[in-house]
T-cell receptor, first 113, second 117 residues
Framework: NAGVTQTPKFQVLKTGQSMTLQCAQDMNHNSMYWYRQDPGMGLRLIYY???????DKGEVPNGYNVSRLNKREFSLRLESAAPSQTSVYFCAGGGWAEDTEAFFGQGTRLTVV | AQKITQTQPGMFVQEKEAVTLDCTYD???????LFWYKQPSSGEMIFLIYQGSYDEQNATEGRYSLNFQKARKSANLVISASQLGDSAMYFC??????????????FGTGTRLQVTL
């Protein structure tokens, strides 16, 4: 039982390059989320998807796009990476609305140079 | 807007002792949930414990308990009998409904706990 799987685990990009972070969950949750973690700031919500086919902005959506391909997969795309997007990115599967345990992926450490 | 405050950037505790990590929150919602997550140096986020706003009893999960004081808007994590493996960053978070079917977690800035011999 993998839970939430993110790829890649590490990535270095040059400013202006694009990339997609992949996330897949096998827990049948309707809701999925992308967070970023920066030192001293906790985790901040980038985008979320309440159900298959829907996506909405969170607190810090600028510079990102998302795609909820199906119930299992929720990808995060950086169209033109900037050094300010250097961060650790976490995907999570829902459960919070049902007050149950929510699962996070292992995280992607992204560096933009 | 909801807010979570963790005022202890770092804490030290001796092995086998108990430690309390502080968390206060601010919300105007009547229904909410409070979570604690552990993040070891390896980086993953590990769910520890959950408390619902209508739960009358404090949540417990093994060595973890949540000291929930609703009137004071605090949800402190108590770790009993600390172990070296408890050394990690700990995050308090609050569930906030954002649509009828989805919620988000708002996180505090975290407390780094170091367990010493």
């Amino acid at each position: 039982n993998a839970g939430v799987t993110q790829t890649p685990k590490f990535q270095v990009l040059k400013t202006g390059q694009s990339m997609t972070l992949q996330c897949a969950q096998d827990m049948n949750h309707n809701s999925m989320y992308w967070y970023r973690q920066d030192p001293g700031m906790g985790l901040r919500l980038i985008y979320y998807s309440a159900s298959e086919g829907t996506t909405d902005k969170g607190e810090v959506p600028n510079g990102y796009n998302v795609s909820r391909l199906n119930k299992r997969e929720f990808s995060l795309r950086l169209e033109s990476a900037a050094p300010s997007q250097t961060s650790v990115y976490f995907c999570a599967g829902g459960g919070w609305a049902e007050d149950t345990e929510a699962f996070f992926g292992q995280g992607t450490r992204l560096t933009v140079v | 807007a909801q807010k979570i405050t963790q005022t202890q950037p770092g804490m030290f505790v001796q092995e086998k002792e108990a430690v309390t990590l502080d968390c206060t929150y601010d919300t105007s919602d009547q229904s909410y949930g409070l979570f604690w997550y552990k993040q070891p140096s390896s980086g993953e986020m590990i769910f520890l414990i959950y408390q619902g706003s209508y739960d009358e009893q404090n949540a417990t999960e093994g060595r973890y308990s949540l000291n929930f004081q609703k009137a004071r808007k605090s949800a402190n994590l108590v770790i009993s009998a600390s172990q070296l493996g408890d050394s990690a960053m700990y995050f308090c978070a609050m569930r906030e409904a954002i649509t009828g079917t989805a919620s988000k977690l708002t996180f505090g800035t975290g407390t780094r706990l170091q367990v010493t011999l």
